[in-house]
């Protein structure tokens, strides 16, 4: 009897190839950041350079950007705070908004990551043309639109 599943050729698709990779990456930052003594998850590292961009995010424009809702940005932070990376405050004008701001500890740790990234940034193109990173970038900015129109 035949059966009327359709096969799927999972090394020859490009999702499976992405996950593997961002998997592969996030393995390494998370060495990186260890090796260079940082106390500092990659989720984390995104929050600070949210923040570095534009202190006083309110959470929600946090959870926007960082791609996360708003219970586990929620737990991010609370982390983040008691490792005195970030701190809370109630808006004046509305309170239930908290805005969150980078400590001087958070900006120091901040700043420590710029060589990591640089360094991490270095090996993922490695051995890349620019024109192959440029190519690579469009089809990833295409793939990114497909999930946007979804």
Sequence with gaps: ?????????????????????????????????????????????????????????????????????????????????????????QCECDKRINKVFLTPLGKETFQKTRPIIKKMMDAVENNISTEEKKQIITILQKIQANFISL
């Design 1 to 89: 009897m035949k059966s009327n599943v359709e096969k799927i050729d999972y090394e020859n698709c490009i999702a499976p190839q992405l996950g593997k990779t961002a998997k592969i990456l996030d393995y390494h930052l998370q060495e990186f950041l260890s090796s260079n003594g940082l106390d500092l998850t990659k989720e984390q590292m995104i929050v600070l350079k949210k923040l570095h961009d534009k202190d006083g995010l309110n959470q929600n424009e946090l959870a926007f950007l960082t791609l996360r809702n708003k219970s586990s940005l929620t737990r991010l932070l609370a982390k983040m705070e008691k490792k005195n990376y970030i701190t809370r405050n």
